[in-house]
């Protein structure tokens, strides 16, 4: 398995952009989280699926953020309107039941 | 109005014995509840959840009780390591457009 992928790798917007970012987790796993990972705030849990239902939303830091999972293989996080302030590397993890598995990031920068 | 209520601040338990995690809660509308670890200068992460159907859910060292009754939850941690030293959070779940926020959390301790 190539365990869990993010898309992209590395975004550079401007200021009001719409972002977008994909992940899809290990096939099997039913649960799905997106993280933010900053130097000031650390990693935070911004939403949890469970077989693709959103569960837990609460740290999405505000309306700018949703997070949606159509289907067991594919979620999307997207921003809109993007801020200089949400520039962090964006983490996708996937779980059955256990050990939490990491993608590898996309670094999103906001000019 | 706080949902959720974890009345120790802190707890300290020698390598090897039980760490039991208590929250309480005030809806009985509540039908699950998650369990977050976090550790300093990190975000929260997910630790273990239970649905309100079950009484019980067990991952590993790790076991929630749910006491509808009571409106009570528990999380024991059996055997208690050094990494378990962290502080844990009970939260329910959201609740239409209302933001809910966690406990106060319990700083765990593990002592060698």
């Known amino acids: 398995d190539a365990g869990v992928i993010q898309s992209p790798r590395h975004e550079v917007t401007e200021m009001g952009q719409e972002v977008t970012l994909r992940c899809k987790p290990i096939s099997g796993h039913n649960s799905l989280f997106w993280y933010r990972q900053t130097m000031m705030r650390g990693l935070e849990l911004l939403i949890y699926?469970?077989?693709?239902?959103?569960?837990?939303d609460s740290g999405m830091p505000e309306d700018r953020f949703s997070a949606k999972m159509p289907n067991a293989s594919f979620s999307t996080l997207k921003i809109q309107p993007s801020e200089p302030r949400d520039s962090a590397v964006y983490f996708c993890a996937s779980r059955e039941s256990g050990e939490l598995f990491f993608g590898e990031g996309s670094r999103l920068t906001v000019l | 109005d706080q949902q959720v209520k974890q009345n120790s601040p802190s707890l300290s338990v020698q390598e090897g014995r039980i760490s039991i995690l208590n929250c309480d809660y005030t809806?009985?509308?509540?039908?699950?509840f998650l369990w977050y670890k976090k550790y300093p200068a990190e975000g929260p992460t997910f630790l273990i959840s239970?649905?309100?159907?079950?009484d019980k859910n067990e991952d590993g060292r790790f076991t929630v009780f749910l006491n509808k009754s009571a409106k009570h939850l528990s999380l024991h941690i059996v055997p208690s390591q050094p990494g378990d030293s962290a502080v844990y959070f009970c939260?329910?779940?959201?609740?239409?457009?209302?933001?809910?926020?966690f406990g106060q959390g319990t700083r765990l301790t593990i002592n060698p």
């Open positions: 239970i649905s309100s159907i079950k």
């Open positions: 809806n009985s509308m509540f039908d699950y």
């Open positions: 939260r329910p779940p959201i609740q239409g457009a209302q933001k809910l926020v």
């Open positions: 699926f469970n077989n693709n239902v959103p569960i837990d």
